[in-house]
């Protein structure tokens, strides 16, 4: 079941078109990349789901039913450029923020000193923000992005900012979460993190959607049905005179003690014929398909489009 | 209410617990009070010290003539003996030598008077006056005419002034009246200014470090601002509230001497004037008027500074914004002067109609007495004003709050109030 659906959503600011028809659809407990360039339309797409501003076309559909402003409760939110009240101290503010959320004084406060406990803060409690490092403050961002028990959580970089060790931290905790039945719209750059995390995938380019669905199967159909394929070569191996692959590269490797061999597969080929074809020619010591990279995808259909 | 009412609980906590928040509301009464204290001290004894006069009186006209009072005692001496007394007032503080020649009652020149330093001239007006009076006595005796006739033909003249309303004849307490209208009208400017620019900052500093993102991903931006505007309107009437208890238990506390010093003045006297002005005027309407203004002021004030502080991005294209909104305040305190003197003159009645300058006008007005029907229709369209300049800044608002890096410009306000 989707958790959230896009529905052919416009928006617009004076002539300037923003998101032009946009749809998607995120399946419960998916962790769904956002991607596009900047000033693609990603964060205009946000607000509208946080009904921060308004589509001037198009509904969004928040399980099963038109998103309403109580449905905000259910939706968690880091935005990329995040601030917080200096003057308040960490507690008073985690507090705040919590019931602006729903939740009720006690239930806030047991939630707030709970995760404070789970990373390891708790004595920031009575600080005040001001005196917390960038880092520090991120963590209490990405706290008030979840604590309140959402649905549903956007994070629009949620990386930026921290160091390798805290990085892990919050990736281990968005995963735990998302066990927990949580889904994730993740807005990122970086592209390790759309491979590491998400299983669906949308591109936004230019306020137009250029692609969206389940990563592995945009992988697949950016596949280029090259192998790489290492061992020791018997006989000469060329494009020539077979009918199955192109060698696309044969090159000795000094350190591994072994050829490297980059094939590209004719059109309705199968990889086994090409194995049968070789294993005459060749020791076969290891096979890989070359499946393209996110961020080879992400740059071949901005340059393209 | 719900989370309007955690941001107006947050606004306002956050304000009230500050230190220096206590210290102003503390401060200023004590301030206000000090400075009344000091004055009617001033007027009372400027000096403090009683000041003492030597007399070397040459005529033996003056001798237990020239009366002591709580300000200057008179001593008498010897006449000749003077110059050892002059030379001691070098070093002698609150002394005076006072040398009054041989003279006719017709002709009385040549009377000196020596001071020792920081010598005040309420002493030298004083001395005079009391030489005149005996003089003038003498004068009177010479001639050969009866005191009490003489006394008999200075008429003491007691003009009751009342004015008459349709609530009927009232003691007239036009000076007090004026005073407390002025007060009023500055404080309202002084308050409007100062809570719509907590407002100002406190929206200008949401959008600089971008926490508005979070709030508004759960508050509409109407709801956000609202209740930034009410937070800040409570911090102002508490510490408003505070002033009127502390005044008022000081008051109390000193009453028993206000009562003492009613009693003690005569009819005439100024200070009874005060006093019976003060017991004469409804400060139970003063003050519903005052809070009334204000809070209608300050509404209007502060929801156009709040669109302006969530439209622009830095302080000096705020100022840009700010100045031409804060012209018709500036305007109403200049005028303020002139609708004391003719409370009742055309330019006192627009002002106190136009809803940017009423909070100060009809505040002042309403101190010194108004027609019930300018001063429902003036609390009416400030009711209505501030009601669109409202509607109006959400609008802005909720646009402005998320733009940044744009160089805002009036028309630019203008579209922006009609964006979906």
């Known amino acids: ?305 | 209410m719900g989370k309007t009412g955690y941001i107006i609980g947050r606004e306002y906590m956050i304000r009230v617990r500050k230190r220096t928040f206590w210290l102003l509301t503390f401060l200023i009464p004590l301030v206000y009070l000090a400075m009344i204290g000091f004055s009617v001290l001033m007027t009372k004894n400027p000096g403090a010290e009683i000041q003492s006069v030597n007399v070397y009186d040459y005529n033996g006209l003056f001798k237990d003539r020239l009366q002591s009072n709580d300000e200057i005692t008179y001593l008498f001496f010897e006449p000749g003996t003077e110059q050892s007394q002059i030379e001691l007032l070098k070093v002698a503080e609150n002394q005076h030598v006072l040398i009054i020649p041989k003279f006719g009652i017709n002709n009385p020149n040549g009377i000196k008077m020596f001071s020792s330093k920081m010598a005040l001239s309420f002493i030298a007006d004083k001395v005079k006056s009391d030489i005149r009076l005996i003089i003038k006595d003498e004068r009177i005796k010479a001639l050969g005419l009866n005191q009490d006739i003489i006394a008999s033909l200075e008429p003491q003249i007691n003009l009751e002034v009342s004015k008459i309303s349709e609530a009927g004849e009232e003691a007239d307490n036009s000076l007090v009246a004026s005073i407390i209208a002025g007060i009023a009208g500055f404080l309202n400017y002084i308050f409007v200014f100062v809570y719509g620019s907590l407002v100002l900052r406190g929206i200008h500093e949401e959008k600089q470090n971008r926490i508005v993102e979070i709030i508004l991903s759960t508050v509409k931006p109407f709801e956000l601002m609202l209740g930034k505007i009410i937070g800040v309107a409570l911090v102002g009437l508490t510490q408003f509230i505070m002033w009127v208890l502390i005044i008022l238990l000081i008051s109390a506390l000193g009453l028993s001497d206000l009562d003492m010093l009613s009693k003690s003045a005569t009819p005439s006297s100024d200070l009874s004037a005060v006093l019976s002005g003060l017991s004469s005027m409804d400060f139970t309407l003063i003050i519903f008027v005052f809070i009334f203004f204000f809070i209608g002021g300050y509404f209007l004030y502060s929801s156009m500074f709040a669109a302006v502080a969530a439209s622009v991005d830095n302080q000096t294209d705020m100022q840009q914004f700010i100045v031409p909104l804060s012209i018709p305040l500036i305007v109403a305190i200049i005028s303020l002067q002139a609708v004391l003197q003719a409370p009742n003159s055309n330019l006192a009645v627009w002002l106190s109609m136009i809803p940017f300058t009423s909070p100060v006008i009809m505040v002042a007005r309403v101190s010194i007495g108004v027609p019930v029907f300018q001063l429902v229709i003036s609390m009416l369209i400030l009711v209505l004003s501030f009601i669109f300049t409202t509607w109006m800044a959400g609008k802005i608002y909720r646009v402005g709050i998320l733009m940044t890096g744009v160089k805002v410009t009036y028309k630019q306000l203008w579209k922006w109030m009609f964006y979906k």
């Open chain 1, 1 to 305: 079941m989707n958790i959230l659906e896009i529905r052919a959503v416009s928006k617009s600011y004076e002539k300037n078109l923003v998101l032009d028809n946009v749809s998607l659809s995120i399946p419960t407990q998916a962790i769904y990349g956002l991607l596009g360039p900047n000033g693609a339309g990603k964060t205009t797409l946000i607000r509208i789901i946080n009904k921060i501003i308004m589509q001037d076309q198009g509904e969004v559909i928040f399980k099963g039913r038109r998103l309403e402003r109580n449905d905000l409760f259910k939706l968690g939110y880091l935005p990329e450029e995040r601030g917080l009240y200096s003057k308040m101290k960490v507690g008073e503010h985690l507090l705040y923020l919590a019931k602006l959320k729903g939740m009720k004084t006690y239930d806030a406060h047991k939630v707030v000193k709970s995760y404070l406990q789970e990373f390891e803060i708790s004595d920031w409690f009575n600080k005040k923000i001001e005196q917390l490092s960038k880092g520090m403050q991120q963590k209490i961002q990405f706290i008030i992005a979840i604590m309140h028990n959402p649905d549903f959580v956007i994070l629009d970089e949620p990386f930026s900012g921290f160091d390798p060790v805290n990085a892990e931290l919050i990736k281990n905790k968005i995963l735990d979460l998302r066990k927990n039945g949580v889904t994730f719209m993740l807005s990122t750059h970086r592209m390790e993190s759309v491979e590491e995390l998400c299983n669906y995938v949308t591109l936004i380019n230019k306020s137009k959607q250029v692609i969206d669905g389940e990563k592995r199967k945009i992988k697949e159909q950016f596949s280029t049905s090259t192998y790489e394929i290492r061992g020791k070569i018997i006989s000469p191996i060329t494009s020539d005179g077979n009918s199955l692959f192109e060698v696309l590269e044969n090159e000795w490797c000094e350190e591994e003690q072994n050829h490297k061999l980059k094939c590209k597969l004719n059109a309705g080929i199968n990889i086994n014929d090409v194995i049968n074809y070789l294993i005459k020619s060749m020791e076969i010591h290891s096979l890989r398909e070359i499946v393209p990279s996110m961020n080879d995808i992400f740059i071949s259909l901005v340059n393209n489009k």
